[in-house]
């Protein structure tokens, strides 16, 4: 692999995380699964997969990773500021209430339960070509309750904040890696370019 190769981690303790490996994958960058904190090592960026909360709390508790993924995220000089990507439950991993990176409170199941799963077209600020949407693919999906006021919402439905980003850290409700659009995962591994320059 070349120097301007990104490695970015993919949390793999349950949940979507291959799919999101693809999509790294098919633009350009060098993905390592994440199990356990001596998975981080190097990592140009981490994506915290779609899955069930409860179940990956567990899984970050068991293999100690809750403080390595905080400190990975972090900026500095608290932390390495690598740039972070949640996506779904990776959203609710992201708030106050678990990994703290986001000043955020995730609502779960917020637009109910499977049944209720749908697909709508979104205005994603910062994407590439906004005026062209960008299609969410919800499945109990959650939703940003509150947020404080470094946390910028970049898009929504009916109203509620469905992706946002606090410096380098960004979080959608939607699974992004699902849909053959890559533009979510281009904006977080711009995120991480623009940082390794």
């Known amino acids: 692999m070349g120097d301007e190769t990104p490695l970015i981690g993919v949390l793999a303790l349950q949940g979507g995380f291959e799919a999101h490996a693809r999509v790294l994958r ?96 979104l205005v994603v600020h910062g994407i590439e070509d906004p005026a062209r949407p960008l299609r969410g693919v919800f499945i109990r999906a959650p939703w940003v309750a509150e947020h404080g006021p470094g946390v910028e919402v970049l898009a929504e439905v009916d109203g509620h904040p469905v992706a946002a980003r606090e410096g380098e850290v960004f ?14 995962h281009r904006l977080f591994l711009d995120a991480v370019r623009a940082r390794r320059a």
């Open 26 to 121: 098919r633009l350009g960058a060098e993905v390592r699964e994440v199990r356990v904190p001596a998975d981080l090592e190097g990592l140009d960026g981490l994506v915290i997969p779609g899955g069930e909360s409860t179940t990956m709390t567990l899984g970050i508790e068991r293999e100690g990773l809750a403080e390595p993924l905080r400190a990975l995220a972090a900026p500095p000089p608290a932390g390495c500021g690598v740039p972070v990507l949640g996506s779904c439950a990776g959203l609710i991993m992201l708030d106050r209430e678990h990994l703290g990176l986001m000043d955020m409170r995730a609502q779960r199941n917020a637009f109910g339960r499977q049944v209720r799963s749908f697909e709508v077209d």
């Open 171 to 184: 979080a959608v409700a939607f699974h992004a890696e699902l849909t053959d659009d890559e533009r979510v």
